[in-house]
């Protein structure tokens, strides 16, 4: 488990991290299609989530690049080792918490200007918002289940 515990910075560029952005992109087309249309599959929700998740990476390369002099993926990303932030030390786990939900509310303005320009010719804005919503939902609470592993649980 070792190759977990590095910023999502490294993780990203690693196989591992290619295999878990894919798995949550997936995922959250999947959904998404359930909610707009109660099937599995649909070329154009998929294309939407795709690129919607690639705009906002994208946009949060370029965030943490001017917000810390230069670092990339470090601020974005809802992502740390246990080596950048000890959540036993409970100022550091605020700002951790405020941080996760800052990007998640970003996340979700990105997402869902993407998608209703992908997807407002076949559906309601209410309807993109809330399967963005949920898509977002499961994308972020599926990290903080990793953060919990990677930052609380000590790994050997």
């Known amino acids: 488990m ?3 515990d590095v910023s999502f910075g490294i993780f990203a560029f690693l196989p591992m991290g290619w295999l878990f952005m894919a798995f949550v992109i997936l995922g959250e087309a999947f959904l998404m299609c359930k909610y707009l249309i109660q099937k599995k599959f649909n070329k154009r929700i998929y294309i939407s989530a795709a690129v919607s998740n690639i705009v906002s990476g994208a946009i949060g390369i370029i965030a943490s690049l001017a917000l810390n002099g230069g ?3 470090v601020v ?3 992502w740390v080792s246990s080596h950048e932030v000890d959540v036993h030390d409970t100022t550091q786990l605020w ?3 405020i941080y996760y939900f800052v990007a998640l509310i970003l996340s979700i303005f990105i997402e869902v200007f993407v998608n209703n320009l992908f997807l407002r010719k076949q559906y309601k804005f209410k309807k993109i918002l809330n399967a963005s ?3 977002n939902a499961f994308s972020y609470a599926l990290g903080a289940i ?3 592993v990677l930052c609380i649980i000590p790994i050997k």
């Open 133 to 135: 919503l949920i898509a």
């Open 76 to 78: 974005w990303f809802p």
């Open 95 to 97: 700002f951790l918490i």
């Open 71 to 73: 670092w990339w993926l």
């Open 146 to 148: 990793i953060i919990i």
């Open 2 to 4: 070792m190759p977990l």
